[in-house]
């Protein structure tokens, strides 16, 4: 498992690299909610942010996708530094989000939320006309639609599904459009037993070339869908590992257990 020192000695990034960190920070005045954070994601890899509370996760993913712009530091997608490039134009590129709070629009049904979201990248889409059947945005949404497992629910407003079914279409609505890398912040909260089993599956079926980084304070789903994992704490990046390394990690479930102080 490595260091934070091993961490930070890393070599120039690599061409695989879906997503590089270097020496990132954010400081609001004098709190500084993530400090001097550095470690890549590459392409196709499934990577856990785990930490307890107040120690910085949310507001890393918010530099990450340029909801925050960076204090310090790099943040580069497919080999590109975006630090200074809109959350607009990070979205063009491949860069999806899910939130803690749900952004889906309750009053419409399940099918015209996915065909927003995949109206919202696709070209044209300020066009006024209305799509026929086989227009490729309809085709996309009901694509997704059987993806996310919710055909059977397409056409209820969504205010009339369970908690779990919107965490679904929440990563649905985040897989318009093909992304490269989605930032998933903590889909299992909230849900029942049935509910995160689904969202085990669902995040196990996604294409093995698409990248994702999931904060999750359930250990028992987040160690069972990653490949790596990263352990922040204070706003830092504490250590860095395979599943197995930081569950059987002594100082990690100290953290876990409220021994260690948070930010």
Same mark, same amino acid.
């Given at each position: 498992m490595a260091s934070v020192a091993d961490l930070t000695k890393r070599e120039a990034p690599a061409a695989a690299d879906a997503l590089r960190l270097e020496g990132v920070s954010r400081h609001f005045g004098a709190l500084k909610a993530v400090e001097d954070v550095s470690f890549s994601v590459a392409a196709g890899e499934r990577r856990a942010v785990i930490g307890a509370n107040g120690a910085g996760k949310t507001t890393l993913f918010n530099v990450i996708t340029g909801d925050y712009v960076a204090t310090a530091g790099r943040v580069r997608f497919f080999g590109d530094d975006v630090t200074m490039v809109p959350a607009h134009e990070r979205i063009r590129a491949g860069l999806r989000r899910t939130y803690q709070s749900s952004q889906l629009f309750r009053d419409l049904t399940v099918r015209d939320n996915l065909f927003l979201a995949v109206r919202g990248v696709a070209r044209g889409r300020f066009s006024f006309l209305r799509p026929g059947?086989?227009?490729?945005?309809?085709?996309?949404?009901?694509?997704?639609?059987?993806?996310?497992?919710?055909?059977?629910?397409?056409?209820?407003?969504?205010?009339?599904?369970?908690?779990?079914?919107?965490?679904?279409?929440?990563?649905?609505?985040?897989?318009?459009?093909?992304?490269?890398?989605?930032?998933?912040?903590?889909?299992?909260?909230?849900?029942? $037993?049935?509910?995160?089993?689904?969202?085990?599956?669902?995040?196990?079926?996604? $294409?093995?070339?698409?990248?994702?980084?999931l904060i999750e304070h359930d250990l028992e789903i987040a160690l069972r869908v990653v490949d790596r994992v990263s352990v922040m704490h204070n706003g830092r990046l504490l250590k860095e590992g395979t599943p197995q390394d930081i569950e059987n990690d002594a100082e990690v479930q100290e953290i876990y257990m409220g021994r260690v102080g948070h930010a």
């Open positions: 059947r086989s227009n490729p945005t309809r085709v996309a949404a009901e694509s997704l639609l059987e993806r996310v497992r919710l055909a059977d629910v397409g056409d209820e407003p969504v205010a009339s599904l369970s908690h779990g079914q919107q965490r679904q279409l929440e990563i649905g609505m985040a897989l318009a459009g093909a992304p490269r890398l989605i930032l998933l912040d903590e889909p299992a909260a909230g849900l029942s $037993p049935v509910e995160r089993r689904e969202l085990v599956l669902l995040l196990r079926a996604l $294409p093995a070339h698409m990248s994702f980084i």
